[in-house]
């Protein structure tokens, strides 16, 4: 046998691969997350400082730029927190308790999800606007939903529902309900099982559902788009404002807006691998991430 | 303090878990329920704990009826098979949990709540082990820690759910002793589950044997066991023999032995079961002398006792016969005739 030939079968662990096809399938890997995630993300920072630091921070600083951002910031604040209740609430019952009516739910907190979401728009518009089912009511109360920011929080309510639940339903069917049980045993009344027991346990989960549920409820536009109306400085979210200036040519101005999206998004990321690492005991001990 | 099961019944969609138990649990006793799986030991003691509710029935303790209390207002101590340790907790804030939950008028304060969790982590062995986390011991501390978390709120009754069934052999002997001894210590009612029968015979004050959702019967392991008062006690409990034969005028005859049967002695010939166990059996080597005919195939000397395997003459049936350990074994090959001090006879069961 040459020296330089591979290692004679003996040799070799069996549960792996030959050497070339280990670094081809990671150099495919690599070079998918280039082209796919890098590269774009890198070049919009690059587009963003195109015409320099000044022209950037203009651009953030624009008044409807800042009008822009304070509206994705508070659509977060309402969707993420409600969604949570909602999605910690339907996982506990669907894992905890047995009740008829209960693959329905399940498919029901999956809908938004196959659903496209200009079609979500479109429903609440065809819901709530003054032509709508409840326009005539909601027209009598004075309360306006369609192209404005109610509108905005409604839809991206929807649009973001089954983040939650869908992270913690597998993660608490797995953990069956014995601790639960232990911790009646031991007096604990359902609040206090709930919050001292049940609850930690899916601590990792729920922040897991909580960063993809505030991604996509800043980052979402089909759905706002249809609702908002696009008012500068009134009804325009980051994204649909990103929209508005790449569509007048102002790349530079898109791009800058775009980057603090980006910059978010690796935030998250760096938060969540942050929580993995100093916490990895606890993790060991059984949640999944 | 006592317990009283009346008449209990407990159904799982078409299953029977439970088809009228009736049970009476003494103040201070270690009582076995023993069984098979599926025979509903581990239902009826859930349904005694409260995390189950009977279909019918009466549950009563101390002369109170709680068949409507709650798992949490019982005050009895749980220990899960699996443990059911909360993982995200250190062992130290495990045992206190129960103490914790308590309503404010009865909680202890946070001084006397760690004195006690010390004073348990104490008797169970596992002072230095406060800070740890489930994850990380051993079956066998976290067992302990299960069962110091079910003290920590002062049960009244302690009910352990196959406690040692997820531990190797070494750790289950010397848990299952220590445990008998805390239970004189401190005189505390504990009911267990188990099917492992020489565990429930070493342990406890009295066993009752469990099978298909009724208590087949109740006693102490000696009673059980020299006195089974049906076939399936007789063959669940130990090694035993089963052997063939007639029951006329009350009873059965092996070989020149007659021995009584619980059938009236006017009742027609019927077919039946007469079980000896291996220890009971004496071994003549004179073929010809008085006895039930067999002929001698195996000999295992090395152990506690010499097992001696032989074949009835005539059924071809399989007798186990123990000897006292350096007994005199008969030849190989060898015809033989045994002799029994103590038999049950059963009829056949019928359907």
């Known amino acids: 046998m040459s020296p330089g030939a591979e290692k004679p079968r003996a040799l070799r662990d069996p549960t792996t691969e030959p050497g070339w096809v280990r670094w081809l399938l990671i150099l495919v890997a690599v070079g998918y997350l280039l082209a796919m995630l890098v590269l774009p993300t890198l070049s919009v920072f690059i587009e963003a400082l195109a015409k320099g630091i000044d022209a950037y921070l203009k651009a953030i600083g624009d008044e409807d730029a800042l009008s822009a951002i304070r509206l994705t910031l508070f659509v977060a604040a309402i969707a993420v927190p409600l969604n949570v209740v909602f999605g910690v609430g339907a996982a506990w019952a669907i894992a905890k308790f047995e009740f008829r009516g209960k693959s329905l739910l399940i498919t029901l907190i999956d809908l938004p999800f196959s659903v496209s979401p200009v079609i979500s728009g479109l429903i609440y518009v065809l819901l709530y606007s003054i032509h709508g089912w409840f326009g005539p009511t909601l027209d009598a109360l004075g309360i306006k939903v369609v192209f404005s920011v109610s509108g905005i929080v409604l839809v991206t309510i929807f649009v973001t529902f089954p983040f939650v639940a869908r992270e913690l339903i597998p993660l608490m069917q797995e953990q069956g309900t014995d601790e639960e049980q232990a911790a009646i045993s031991l007096g604990a009344n359902g609040l206090q099982t709930f919050f001292r027991v049940t609850l930690p346990n899916v601590t990792w989960g729920l922040l897991y559902g909580v960063l993809l549920c505030n991604a996509r409820a800043m980052g979402e536009f089909g759905a706002v788009s249809v609702v908002s109306g696009h008012i500068r400085g009134l009804t325009n979210t980051m994204p649909l404002h990103i929209e508005i200036l790449y569509n007048e040519y102002d790349f530079v101005g898109a791009f800058a807006v775009a980057s603090l999206l980006a910059m978010l998004a690796l935030v998250t990321l760096a938060l969540k691998s942050l929580l993995e690492w100093r916490y990895a005991d606890r993790l060991a001990g059984g949640a999944r991430h | ?351």
């Not at chain 2, 581990?42 to 409260?50: D, K, Q, S």
């Not at chain 2, 002997?173 to 015979?201: C, N």
């Not at chain 2, 298909?212 to 669940?236: L, S």
Request: glycine letters at 8%.
């Open chain 2, 1 to 351: 303090m006592s317990i009283t099961v009346t008449s209990l019944v407990k159904h799982f969609d078409n299953f029977a878990a439970l088809k009228g138990v009736d049970l009476s649990v003494r103040p201070g006793e270690f009582l076995a329920l023993l069984g098979p799986s599926g025979s509903g030991k581990t239902t009826l003691l859930r349904i005694l704990a409260g995390l189950d509710f009977p279909d019918a029935g009466q549950l009563t303790i101390d002369e109170v009826d709680v068949s409507e209390q709650g798992a949490r207002d019982r005050q009895m101590g749980f220990v899960f098979q699996h443990y059911a340790l909360f993982k995200h907790m250190t062992v130290a804030q495990n045992v206190a949990f129960g103490l914790r939950v308590k309503p404010r008028r009865e909680r202890p304060s946070g001084t006397e709540i760690k004195e006690r969790v010390d004073r348990l982590l104490q008797l169970v062995q596992l002072e230095q082990l406060g800070d740890r986390y489930p994850a990380q011991l051993s079956g066998g501390q976290r067992q302990r820690v299960a069962l110091a978390r079910a003290l920590a709120i002062e049960p009244r009754v302690l009910l352990l759910d196959e406690p040692f069934g997820a531990l190797d052999a070494k750790v289950r002997k010397d848990l299952r002793r220590w445990l008998r001894g805390l239970h004189d210590e401190m005189g505390i009612t504990s009911i267990f589950v188990s099917h492992d029968q020489e565990e429930a015979l070493e342990l406890a004050d009295r066993v009752a044997v469990m099978s298909e959702g009724r208590i087949a019967q109740i006693g102490t392991p000696t009673e059980i066991y020299r006195n089974p008062a049906n076939a399936f006690v007789c063959e669940f409990l130990g090694n035993t023999n089963r052997l063939a034969c007639r029951i006329e005028k009350g009873g059965a005859k092996l070989g020149e032995q007659f021995f009584a049967a619980a059938v009236p002695s006017d009742a027609p010939p019927l077919a039946g079961v007469a079980y000896v166990r291996p220890e009971d059996c004496d071994i003549h080597p004179e073929p010809n002398g008085p006895g039930l005919k067999a002929r001698v195939l195996k000999i295992h000397a090395a152990g506690p006792a010499v097992r001696v395997e032989l074949r009835r003459l005539e059924s071809d049936e399989i007798i186990e016969v123990h000897l006292p350990p350096g007994s005199e074994a008969p030849e190989i090959g060898r015809d033989v005739a045994l002799t029994f001090r103590r038999v049950r006879i059963f009829p056949v069961a019928t359907g």
